[in-house]
């Protein structure tokens, strides 16, 4: 199987030495990949760092955004199998030959490996996905193959740091654009629901993700709460009538029940923290920062639902 290896690249500076070096260690025959690095305009050390290296570079003199890179490395590609990948992202060496024995694409990372604790924000995140995804999160409790299709679209975890997709499918279903407003998923969604192809997420595609540490987590929760009002609160479904009912069902509470009310609710919060916590120490690191996760989480729904509003 011969190999496009393509890497966006926006002020990569960074960590993009620690994603080169990984590629350059890869066990797989040259002549059967290409590395195609899509610099965006760049204006940090992210030049200099390519130059270093013996790989190809597109150089974009106008910045054009994540999306519109892809599509450049894609056309400019010399063979028929695309691998997209994070600047942040480090393969193992034997990535290639992984993905040439499985022998499918579109496939995906089943094995992201994030340092958990690193930060209680990384921590409660991890927390969270895994019982938001169970039982496939993460996926090597569940299974070395996750086929993903329309009907566990919605209840799989899926890593938008690594992919493999087939040249003349990427450029299909990229010459309508993308949208990555709403959901960093949305090369996904084309893939399974408009071209009906099932998404391959395997467990032998393990890489390391060098996340970064927010400097502004708060507001990030913020934001986060007000992109996931934006896409599901905007219209009737199972999250948007959950949403309401809890609203609905705190109010009867207090008006019935004032002076048990902030009892009842501790008790239901504490049930949570014991319910997704899986260990002592996942119990500690809940119980000091859900609360206020939570709370920056709900301003940014409301925040979504006012403006609404008032653009109405």
């Known amino acids: 199987m011969k190999i496009s290896i393509i890497i966006p690249v926006y002020n990569g500076e960074e960590t993009l030495f620690r994603c080169l070096d990984a590629i350059r260690s890869i066990d797989y025959p040259e002549d059967d990949y290409e590395v195609i690095i899509v610099n965006d305009a760049s204006t940090d050390r992210t030049f200099r760092i390519v130059a270093g290296y013996d790989i190809r570079v597109l150089g974009l003199r106008k910045r054009v955004g994540y999306v519109e890179s892809l599509i450049v490395g894609a056309k400019n590609a010399t063979f028929e199998n695309l691998i997209f990948i994070n600047q942040r992202t480090v393969v193992k060496k034997d990535l290639l030959k992984n993905i040439s024995n499985i022998g499918y694409m579109p496939i995906i990372a089943g094995e992201v490996n994030i340092d958990k604790y ?13 019982k938001l995804y169970n039982p496939h999160y993460p996926q090597k409790k569940f299974g070395e193959e996750l086929w993903i299709t329309k009907k566990n679209f919605k209840k799989t975890y899926k890593s938008t740091k690594f992919f493999g997709i087939g040249k003349e499918m990427f450029l299909a ?3 309508e654009g993308f949208s990555i407003e709403n959901s ?22 393990d890489i390391n993700y060098v996340s970064k540490l927010d400097k502004k987590p708060k ?3 913020i934001d986060l709460g007000k992109e996931w009002a934006d896409q599901n609160l905007s219209r009737f479904n ?5 949403y309401y009912l809890i609203h609905i069902f705190v109010l009867v509470l207090v008006y019935l029940y004032t002076n048990y009310a902030i009892g009842v609710l501790l008790g ?3 049930i949570f923290i014991i319910y997704i916590s899986d260990s002592k120490k996942d119990f500690g690191i809940v119980l000091k920062t859900s609360l206020g996760a939570i709370t920056r989480f709900y301003i940014g729904t409301i925040i979504s639902i006012t403006s609404k509003r008032k653009s109405s």
């Open 118 to 130: 690193r930060s209680s924000q990384d921590a409660l995140i991890y927390i969270l996905r895994s």
């Open 173 to 175: 279903i990229s010459k």
């Open 184 to 205: 960093e998923d949305w090369i996904y969604k084309k893939i399974v629901y408009e071209n009906k192809t099932k998404l391959l997420s395997h467990t032998k595609i």
């Open 219 to 221: 507001k990030k929760l």
């Open 238 to 242: 199972l999250f948007s009538v959950f």
């Open 268 to 270: 239901f919060y504490f």
